[in-house]
């Protein structure tokens, strides 16, 4: 299956030029894509986009990522409603490390004439002057042209109808000429002859190829992929605390794990496509066995696997369904105890989180006393109430239930510090003993 035919059926592809078929088959191609490094780490909204070099890669042909330490140093325009702050150099140079780390787990950078390549496009930028880039690339497009693309005329519409307070700088306006001068240099320094990206590049990534044409009467492609949205029309990778980072210490691999689970059966159908690096008839498998039993969430397991052990690792993703039965009832104390503290802090993240000093924990005469007086109240407002509902074997403290009102506080702490009390079915609370 050729690139085309690959995202196609995936899902994938959005729109290509005429011609990059058949550039395509005419042999190996150098394609790139360009990240800004406005982030420490890339999130799963750019995941999608390095799947689109995935497979350029898988077939055959040569991946280039940009990190785009020039234009990440002004911001683009496309798809956003404001201006975006800038970054200090300091800042960028290190997001733009985080992200080469990131990118070098997805491609395959040691195999051979199509391995793939890291460039930074401020290389290139750090000694052209303002008028050098005015005279040499700046005056081959026309104002008419550049004002024409859609993301410049989003964005000075919604000025005109009051939406915004400020309209288009002049820095953002460039934006699409430094992009697209970086495609031109990247042809003829590298040999690309492919831009790709997400559909709301599309502006960006057809001004590099009419540079290209007009500076030196070249040929280059471009091919953008489905922007990735949620059923219900939003940005995707956006959960209710925000992104949805590939880097564990912004989204641990717990809830990073928990996002693919919870998505809806439309979404994990068409999702586990561009995420995953699943056979066709594997997926259409997996779609059927899910429609016979959809409460088995078939579909979103196997793609929440697939990708939490591709970014993170198997340890990861098995540490993370261990995680994830603990609120089921399904985790026993060994599985509790498996648990790194950032782990389980994120499991319980949403649960109260009382906290007593170690001395009142090792002074707390009862279970009771540590359930009602102990902890404020904040888990039974008296110790009648905590006694009464111990007897009915309604509590349990580290998956264990407790045996009677009276039993001593001698629970072995998780990671030295915590206690896991479940109150009912439902009800969990997290203590920590400092």
């Given at each position: 299956m050729n690139l085309i035919e690959e995202l196609r059926w995936r899902g994938?592809?959005?729109?290509?030029?005429?011609?990059?078929?058949?550039?395509?088959?005419?042999?190996?191609?150098?394609?790139?894509?360009?990240?800004?490094?406005?982030?420490?780490?890339?999130?799963?909204?750019?995941?999608?986009?390095?799947?689109?070099?995935?497979?350029?890669?898988?077939?055959?042909?040569?991946?280039?990522?940009?990190?785009?330490?020039?234009?990440?140093?002004?911001?683009?325009?496309?798809?956003?409603?404001?201006?975006?702050?800038?970054?200090?150099?300091?800042?960028?140079?290190?997001?733009?490390?985080?992200?080469?780390?990131?990118?070098?787990?997805?491609?395959?950078?040691?195999?051979?004439?199509?391995?793939?390549?890291?460039?930074?496009?401020?290389?290139?930028?750090?000694?052209?002057?303002?008028?050098?880039?005015?005279?040499?690339?700046?005056?081959?497009?026309?104002?008419?042209?550049?004002?024409?693309?859609?993301?410049?005329?989003?964005?000075?519409?919604?000025?005109?109808?009051?939406?915004?307070?400020e309209g288009l700088s002049f820095t953002e306006f460039s934006y699409q000429l430094i992009q697209g001068y970086d495609f031109y240099h990247l042809y003829k320094n590298k040999g690309v002859r492919l831009q790709m990206g997400a559909s709301d590049q599309w502006g960006n990534i057809t001004t590099g190829t009419e540079l290209i044409r007009r500076i030196d009467g070249g040929k280059a492609y471009a091919l953008v992929g489905k922007l990735v949205t949620k059923s219900d029309g939003t940005k995707f990778g956006k959960s209710e605390g925000g992104n949805v980072w590939l880097d564990p210490k912004l989204t641990s691999p717990y809830k990073f794990y928990q996002f693919w689970l919870n998505l809806s059966d439309e979404e994990a159908e068409k999702l586990i496509k561009v995420y995953t690096l699943l056979p066709k008839e594997e997926i259409e498998s997996l779609t059927e066995e899910h429609k016979q039993a959809p409460h088995l969430r078939v579909l979103q397991k196997a793609l929440a696997k697939d990708v939490t052990i591709r970014v993170h690792s198997e340890e990861d993703y098995l540490a993370a369904v261990d995680a994830s039965q603990i609120l089921f009832g399904k985790g026993d104390l060994e599985t509790l105890k498996g648990l790194q503290a950032d782990v389980l802090l994120s499991v319980f993240e949403g649960v109260p989180h009382i906290e007593v000093t170690r001395t009142n924990y090792e002074t707390a005469a009862t279970v009771s006393d540590l359930l009602s007086d102990i902890t404020g109240g904040q888990i039974f407002e008296s110790k009648g109430e905590a006694k009464r509902m111990i007897k009915n074997g309604g509590v349990s403290i580290n998956r264990q239930k407790v045996q009677g009102p009276e039993e001593e506080v001698k629970f072995e702490l998780l990671q030295q510090k915590y206690l896991v009390v479940q109150k009912g079915k439902k009800n969990y609370y997290l203590i920590s003993v400092n």
């Open positions: 994938m592809l959005h729109d290509f030029m005429p011609g990059t078929e058949e550039q395509l088959a005419s042999g190996m191609t150098t394609g790139y894509i360009g990240f800004d490094p406005t982030a420490s780490s890339l999130h799963i909204g750019n995941l999608a986009t390095i799947m689109l070099l995935v497979h350029l890669q898988r077939t055959g042909h040569k991946p280039v990522a940009l990190v785009g330490g020039a234009t990440g140093m002004i911001g683009d325009p496309s798809g956003k409603s404001a201006e975006r702050n800038l970054l200090d150099e300091e800042t960028l140079n290190a997001n733009q490390e985080g992200i080469r780390r990131q990118l070098e787990k997805f491609l395959d950078f040691n195999s051979g004439a199509n391995s793939a390549e890291i460039v930074n496009n401020y290389d290139w930028f750090k000694e052209f002057s303002f008028l050098g880039f005015l005279r040499e690339v700046g005056k081959h497009l026309t104002v008419n042209y550049m004002m024409a693309k859609d993301s410049v005329k989003k964005r000075i519409s919604a000025d005109e109808e009051g939406d915004r307070a």
